[in-house]
């Protein structure tokens, strides 16, 4: 293995790209939701909080994003039997609801966005849109 | 007095318009920086971590609009022999590192925004420049 | 600005040539340390307390290490009239002793590294061998 | 009973042997996983984080070698029902996934590895590989 190896960075020009095609098909939708985006070690390059969302549900929604960078999986992928125990684990910065995904650069995971505040599989359609909002 | 009052409240499309108008003038600058945009209670609207910029400049940032926000005032406003015993009062939620402005609608503060990364009377060049973007 | 970048990332193999390197030199000459080296997001990707080192200085040589990775410098680089505030700004993250260096691959920091428990210059020499073991 | 006893401690050498162990065993296995080492009193000796573990593994693979120091067995032994009241009790220090071997010598517990990021009962092959390394 080399010591060294190449690898991708998601700009703010990309963030800003992903939050406003969540936005938009949020407002589609017609769900104010709240929008967080990480880089590959979990750290916050983006957030929105729409207006009508509840303030509540920032915390959760970067753990779909931090959840996502980290396992390189969309969230939701514990059994609820193991739930908890990791959850404790990773001193509740991993969360099991669904709304997070990896974002993908050639294979690479470089990131994750997490959505929060519309039913699970409208915070997916958002974060799909925000993804492929990306000039990759 | 009244029992209850009206007061205003920033949208997301405000916010993003500051994201917008800040990124535009700290890449005119040649800085790249963190912003954040918070609420009247201090909870995070809007955030963007600019390509370039450190990532331990996101946790004084968000403090630089917070203590706005809550002081309604520019930050730096504390004298140097006060300073450790109001951080350390409050937590160390409030900085008195210059770069934070309040939010100000009608003589009323409705958040605040933090700049950090660029030298100081940059950082409060680029977050007047994101306040002067907002259509109130 | 493009919306996704080129970088790279230090792998496990790289690590553990600098933690040889490190090592070996602090042996030459004579000084047990505390070795860590962080990704560029600042999480930890390897660390080595040697025997005779101080279970105490396990915690600033992290933070060394953290913040030459955020930075991009050598630790040491704040006056010390700002080193309380920035201290505190940044969550006690940020340390200002010196014997942090950042790891650069062409041009470009990647992680840093942390020295801690011999004297600063000597901290500094380790630091810099541990650099040099690396294949570029 | 005498006012002090003898006991053994581990070295860097010792720890970096295992780091070595676990890492050539992880390879062959196709598992990249994080690996931790505690001294008896769980004090951070060696830790490296794989390419292609994921970093959120950190913290519980720590709390697994924790873990095993202080109790000195494998960690795991818990009921699930005594589970969350002892995590929860030892403030979140403790873990009962399966991964943590105490480090033992002479029928004596002188410290706990913990390996992280393969199913429990490969990460427990891989903490036997490196306890075997330890020329004792």
Do not use: C, W, Y
Not at 53 to 74: D, Q
Not at 80 to 89: F, T, Y
Not at 98 to 107: F, K, T
């Amino acid at each position: 293995m080399p010591d060294i190896v190449a690898t991708h960075r998601l700009t703010d020009e990309g963030a800003r790209k992903m939050l406003d095609a969540a936005t938009q098909k949020a407002r589609e939708i017609g769900k104010p939701v709240v929008i967080a985006i990480v880089d590959a070690g979990g750290a916050l390059v983006a957030f929105l909080r729409m207006e009508g969302s509840r303030f509540l549900t920032s915390r959760p929604t970067i753990k779909k994003a931090v959840t996502a960078a980290s396992h390189r999986l969309p969230t939701g992928f514990l059994k609820p039997e193991a739930e908890l125990r990791m959850v404790l684990g990773m001193d509740n910065r991993l969360t099991n609801l669904p709304g997070g995904l990896p974002i993908v650069v050639g294979g690479e995971v470089i990131g994750g966005i997490g959505i929060g505040g519309a039913p699970p599989d409208e915070d997916i359609v958002i974060a799909e849109a925000a993804l492929a909002a990306l000039d990759r």
